[in-house]
């Protein structure tokens, strides 16, 4: 004979394993597979609350780390650029204090070629170049035309004479030089 059917089968009221007289111990030891389920279900949603917390609170502490970084750099940014400047600043006040009692105009030219070196080296650190157009063709991109002169040495639309240089930054303009540009001779209608 088969055992499964010797087995009376066990009711809706009466969990397997148990008697049907343990009727105090059935209300603290009977958890429906629905309550597991439930309680489970709450842990994991305590503990994902948790998580979301954590998260919250390292996202406001890098979202604070980065608002200093920024005032900082905002703040200190300029510090190199500054700590460069200032040996060129310096060159300056040596060469105004030695105009004062200089009687040789050759040491003061030379203390301004210095000065001059040092604020080219500075610029170079920086990737800052001079625009010198001097013999080139007038190019409104990089140039701005004070006024025109007339002359037979230059061909016409060519920079004849530089103000003011003009800078650019990584090729990018920072100032246009101011020129003066050729153009033809006027011709006398005789």
């Known amino acids: 004979m088969n055992r499964e059917t010797e087995t009376p089968p066990l009711s809706d009221e009466q969990p397997a394993g148990e008697s049907v007289d343990s009727g105090a111990d059935e209300s603290a030891e009977a ?3 629905e309550q597991a389920e439930i309680a489970s279900l709450n842990a994991q ?4 609350k948790n998580e979301i917390l954590r998260v919250r609170a390292e996202m406001e502490n890098a979202r604070k780390r980065a608002e200093r970084d920024v005032e900082a750099a905002h703040k200190y940014g300029q510090e190199r650029l500054v700590g460069e400047l200032l ?3 310096d060159s300056i006040d040596l060469g105004l204090e030695a ?6 105009i050759d040491a003061l030219r030379q ?3 210095l000065t001059a070196k040092m604020f080219g080296d500075f610029f170079e650190k920086l990737a800052v170049c001079a625009v010198d157009p001097a013999g080139e063709r007038f190019d409104p991109e990089r140039h701005q035309a004070m006024t025109t002169a007339e002359t037979t040495d230059a061909e016409p639309g060519t920079v004849v004479r530089v103000m003011q240089k003009g800078y650019l930054l990584n090729d990018r303009l920072l100032r246009p030089a101011l020129v003066v540009v050729a153009k033809a001779p006027a011709t006398n209608g005789a």
Do not use: F, N, Q, W
Not at 99 to 104: K, L, V
């Open 31 to 33: 958890i429906s597979p």
């Open 87 to 89: 040996s060129v600043k």
């Open 99 to 104: 105009a004062h009692t200089a009687t040789d």
């Open 45 to 48: 949603l305590a503990e994902m």
């Open 111 to 113: 203390g301004m070629e």
